[in-house]
């Protein structure tokens, strides 16, 4: 068996090397848009810079904390007065919902809640964004990058 390989690929290695690098680049800013998308109703600004570790390698994330207690959830836990009391509006409603690459208005609520004592927060459900954008960009990435080497062929 004898391999036959087009002479556009023998002839210029570099131009795939750089259509595959420009692919990636433009799925790493694909992948920043839609973490950036799961805040995006959020009054706490989050950041997720793109890492460069190597020439063949992306990183997207975050070390915001807040995001961190969204994407992971929490476990129950009190909560107690800073002050003499606790004062909070009900019903709450989450502007994200768990394995969606989304934000909503969400609401804090317009009932005053009052406590001396504090409360038992049950937790929070985690959203598995990185779980969602992982499983989104697995199905297409492959795509994109046989995109860039036809183009180059």
Do not use: C
């Amino acid at each position: 068996m004898r391999l036959i390989l087009p002479k556009k690929l023998i002839a210029d290695p570099a131009k795939l090397t750089r259509a595959l690098i420009n692919a990636m680049n433009g799925v790493a800013k694909d992948i920043q848009v839609d973490f950036k998308t799961t805040t995006q109703s959020w009054e706490h600004k989050v950041d997720f810079p793109i890492q460069q570790p190597n020439a063949y390698r992306r990183i997207v994330a975050t070390d915001d904390e807040v995001y961190g207690w969204v994407n992971d959830g929490t476990k129950a836990h009190d909560i107690f007065p800073k002050k003499k009391i606790l004062v909070f509006k009900t019903p709450f409603k989450p502007k994200t919902v768990p394995n969606k690459i989304m934000s909503g208005p969400g609401s804090k609520g317009t009932n005053v809640a009052i406590s001396k004592r504090g409360v038992h927060h049950p937790g929070t459900k985690a959203r598995k964004f990185d779980v969602a954008i992982k499983n989104k960009w697995d199905k297409e990435f492959g795509v994109i990058m046989q995109r860039a080497l036809d183009s180059e062929i």
